[in-house]
């Protein structure tokens, strides 16, 4: 698979995701942000990142294992996308 780069060596944990996601991201919204018809998030990546980017703007401080664990309880709740990262 050429133009594919590998996910993390861990194993992202998604109840501990849906843990962090609830106690750190649903102050700011809640999860209707993800079934919105225009949503920005497209693929598993921009869903990292974006998950990236809303630990920065909350100051929430998560982990890199954090981010994919919140990551993962996002995208096997609601957006089911292939979990590969694009080089």
Do not use: Q, W
Not at 21 to 40: F, L, M, Q, S, W
Not at 73 to 79: A, E, G
């Amino acid at each position: 698979m050429s133009g594919l780069t590998a996910l993390p060596a861990f194993a992202a944990d998604v109840e501990k995701g849906k843990k962090l996601y609830t106690e750190r991201c649903g102050g700011c919204h809640d999860t209707k942000v993800h079934t919105r018809p225009n949503r920005i998030v497209h693929t598993y990546e921009d869903l990292v990142n974006r998950v990236r980017f809303c630990d920065n703007a909350a100051k929430a401080n998560l982990s890199e294992e954090e981010i994919y664990d919140v990551s993962d309880y996002l995208n096997d709740t609601f957006y089911k996308f292939l979990k590969v990262k694009n080089d």
